[in-house]
């Protein structure tokens, strides 16, 4: 049997007992006195028991009136709440968004995207760190940054994994023609070597061949915290590099770089989106993590998806 407790009902009800009036609680709801008394009428039948005691000039609340007001009040609050909640889901996200974007990855993957971004959301400001420095963002107050590699989890963060990034060893095809021959990853000793040092901690290259993982000390030739110039120093012959499918992809494609090993593939980095773990996203955040998820349904630059 359907409730006549209806948010219709409650807040008729609670209006007549705000005013003690039916023509007052009716101005305000913007009805006929008639009407609204028709229907308070048909809620106490409803209910089998009257809720006002109706005078002359006023009305006064009966005790089962009494005993209800506090509870159809607490309804009719919640869901406004519950109504709030979801109206900020629906609204045009605003305000500045800070982002701590890793430099490469910055600059390839994600700034081709942010106009489109822009004119998603117009009503959001971009600031940016593009950086492969570490970033705090709880003491810096950040919104969100971009990560690449393994997430540790704690320190007050959250993150969502986005794409997996296969990487590569490899080289222009002129140094390889007057270098000694790779067929095994510790030929590798033999070569100059250059190095992305944020990699790891120590000079140590991961790599994997089906379900076994060998580990390869690295002397480099040329270690950088860019890999951007990594690359081009691989372009121009100076030796065998680490780098990340979305710096090479179309140099393996062009033939401008050849694959080293590659029955020894790297292991792949992972990207994730990183942001404070609070109880309530900011709208302007859940826009650029949707908006990326969206754009990257295949994967970002040189990515396999999850």
């Known amino acids: 049997m359907p409730s006549s407790l209806s948010t219709q009902a409650l807040t008729e009800f609670c209006a007549v007992a705000a005013n003690l009036s039916f023509a007052r609680a009716a101005?305000?709801?913007?009805?006929?006195?008639?009407?609204?008394?028709?229907?308070?009428?048909?809620?106490?039948?409803?209910?089998?028991?009257?809720?006002?005691?109706?005078?002359?000039?006023?009305?006064?609340?009966?005790?089962?009136g009494a005993a209800l007001l506090p509870h159809a009040q607490d309804l009719l609050s919640r869901l406004a709440d519950a109504e709030a909640?979801?109206?900020?889901?629906?609204?045009?996200?605003?305000?500045?968004l800070r982002l701590a974007l890793p430099t490469s990855f910055g600059q390839i993957a994600i700034g081709p995207l942010l106009a489109d971004f822009r004119r998603a959301h117009p009503g959001i400001e971009l600031e940016l760190s593009v950086s492969d420095d570490y970033i705090d963002l709880v003491e810096d107050r950040f919104d969100a940054a971009i990560r690449i590699g393994v997430f540790a989890s704690g320190a007050g963060l959250k993150a969502r994994r986005l794409a997996e990034i296969p990487r590569y060893l490899c080289a222009a095809p002129e140094y390889l023609a007057r270098a000694p021959e790779v067929n095994v990853p510790s030929d590798l000793a033999k070569?100059?070597?250059?190095?992305?040092?944020?990699?790891?901690?120590?000079?140590?290259?991961k790599l994997s061949e089906s379900s076994r993982e060998v580990e390869i000390p690295v002397r480099p030739k040329l270690a950088a915290d860019n890999a951007v110039m990594l690359r081009q120093a691989a372009l121009d012959g100076a030796g065998?590099?680490?780098?990340?499918?979305?710096?090479?992809d179309e140099d393996l494609r062009s033939e401008r770089l050849v694959e080293v090993l590659p029955a020894f593939r790297p292991q792949p980095a992972h990207v994730w989106i990183v942001f404070p773990d609070r109880p309530i996203l900011a709208r302007k955040t859940r826009a650029f993590i949707d908006f990326l998820v969206e754009r990257w349904k295949a994967g970002p630059p040189g990515a396999n998806v999850d």
């Open 27 to 64: 101005e305000a709801l913007q009805l006929h006195p008639s009407v609204l008394s028709r229907r308070i009428k048909a809620l106490e039948a409803s209910l089998g028991t009257p809720l006002f005691h109706r005078h002359t000039r006023s009305v006064t609340l009966t005790e089962a």
């Open 85 to 96: 909640m979801v109206a900020r889901f629906s609204a045009e996200p605003t305000g500045v």
């Open 191 to 205: 070569h100059d070597l250059l190095h992305f040092s944020p990699l790891a901690a120590g000079p140590v290259w």
């Open 240 to 248: 065998i590099a680490l780098l990340a499918g979305f710096l090479v």
